[in-house]
């Protein structure tokens, strides 16, 4: 699967998302692009989930969004508290499917 991570997700958080493709959203050139631009532009270069801390994102999308989405909920997002949701991503994954938050 190819997941993007977005601008406030730390991106060391990838390196713990083992047997999937992670790029940043800064290393793809989707720095910068609001919601619904980047989600278009995902899905333009075939990325298939979203990985963010925006909890506003759900209620920004309509419900047909072009790729999966998983909306980390925590109080901060600083590496130590990224990195603890490797093991919840990675079980989320396996039953993703399109256009799901």
Known sequence: MRILL?????????FLIQGHFVRTAQTARFAGLFNGELLAAM?????????????NLPY???SSMPVAALV???PNNRIE?????????????????LGQL
């Open 72 to 74: 980390l909920v925590a």
């Open 60 to 62: 920004q999308q309509n």
């Open 81 to 97: 508290t990224a990195l603890e949701f490797a093991p919840l991503i990675l079980s989320a994954l396996i039953d993703l499917n």
């Open 6 to 14: 977005d601008e406030s997700v730390p991106r060391a958080l990838g």
């Open 43 to 55: 899905k333009f270069a075939q990325n298939d989930a979203l990985v963010t801390f925006d909890q």
